[in-house]
């Protein structure tokens, strides 16, 4: 990866956007981070940088905007933009994460509370 | 009897000029009217006069009476019974007549009759007993009445000690005058403690005056249903009762006392309670999902930033970040299971000075973010000025959280909440929840507060939540109402008064 990769974390908890970042920042990866912390203002990051956004980390109960619509709106308009999606919500194992899934709805998941080796797998999987 | 004896007994007839035959004539026929049995006897104790009516009661003949001894005309069982032959010959003797007797006599193949007699002695004008009258009347039917009121007595006395509930009587000062049976045994006192003392001073301090004014308006007229009033027993124990109250009135309508019928509420409570509680944990299944979220996203803080601060640990910015991050979701995260522990923890009862507008706004603290997440726009018009009511708080968290919660199933794609709360006509408070849901069909609004009643697919609702709330707010003498139209959304509004207690 020579250019930086872009990603856009939309959580309402800022301090879920901060370790997120950290996580990401840390490790050797080349990111550039874009952070939301409500539904609409992920939406403006997308209207204006979705050519150049490639990775979207999203929370799916989110109090503005329903984030799985959110998901669907992306993969709509931009299906370049991988998704994945994270809450406190859902199990892996519940039906609309394993729908999703397999509707390619979005394209991994991690469950809050996650460990950070499992943000880097789903990312390099999705990447792969 | 001579004419001397005639205008001596016969006052009023002076100035009526009658012949001995007229006179005689008259005399008979006021002594056939006469609706009771006469016999007049002579010294012998023969018959002188039988009227019509003993003639027509004993179904005897004239013949076979006049001139006839007492034994003739009465049974020996009925003369020794009665011992009218030495009574008549003691007024005789004596010159004054008997007072009234009652005596059994039953003529052959008729039904006993029972009749009220006494003797008159008859005076001639030299002050000697000439005859001696026995008047018979018949009461048959005024001493099976009598012996009906006494069974109906009997009755209600057996009611009464027989009951299970409190039956006491009180004068129109709302002095005890009876305690029954079941009183003296949920109080402990006996009734002979009690009499002359007034109900009010068993009650309990701080409702010592509304029971005096409840006596003093069922005096005026008013009948009191389900008043619920603690009595101090003599135990010490304070014991929960419903009470109803009644006045007496005797046949002019004036008031003689009170009746109150008091129901042990002691066990009733503890079901309540228990009702209560797992309504409390049936709510709270409703909001886990919520509950899992609301814990897991600070757990998560704190569980990425120590996995960052391990992964980074010589970062010194970074350190500090992570450690300052790990205790604030800590601290969320307990802050989150305290308020659970709250509001699961069973409520000892307890009524306290309480300021409504606190008690929703804790409520909508425990599910702020739920209301969020579910893009429920929450618009509170507190009355700031709003009265102090004596309440028991969490219960009544308790009935908003199932309103609240209530009023969220009924708008899945968001909507706005409002909750006012308000004064009304300075007696009651009024809170009103008003959703702009999907609303409640005509006919399923008669049975939002019925228990198990749920829209709700199976295991999403447990159709309690309403009921509990209608029950808590009756709890507090309040009222529940719903006003609803299908597709526009639902009004929920709450009177609770302010002198309650």
Redesign the interface.
Known sequence: MSEKTQVLIVDD?V??C???E??LM?EDYNYKIHIATSGKEGLNFIEQLHSTISLLILDI????I?GLKFADFVRQHYPQIKIIII???YYRHSDIVQQGLANNLFDGFI??????SEIHSTIESIAS | MNSTSKSQNMIGFDNIRLSEREYERLCNMIFSSIPSSLLLFDRNLRVLIANRNFLEKSHRTKANTLGKHINKIFTNVILEYTRLRERIQAVFKTGIGDRGREMYYRSHGLPSRVYFYNLTPLLDNRNAVEGVLLIMVDITQQVSLREKVRQTERHLVCVVESANDIVTSLDSKGMITTWNNAAEHISGYMERELIGKSLTSMCIDEQKTTLTSIIKSISLGKTVKHVELSLKVKNGKIIPISWSFALMRDNTQAVVGIVGVGQDRTERRELEAQLFQSAKLASLGVMAGGIAHEIRNPLCISSAAAQILLANPDNEKLRMECAEKVYTGIKRASQIIEDLLKFTRPTEEHFELLNINNAIEETFNMIEKQMLLMRINVIKKLDLHIPIIRAEKNLLKQAFLNIILNAANAMPNGGTLTVTTLTHENNKILIIFKDTGCGIPLKNIDKIFDPFFSTMPVGQGTGLGLSITYSIIKHHGGAIHVESIVGKGSIFKIEIPIKNT
Do not use: Q
């Open positions: 908890e301090d879920i901060w370790a997120l950290n996580i840390l109960k989110l109090p503005d329903d809450t406190g919500y469950g809050k509370p996650f460990k950070i």
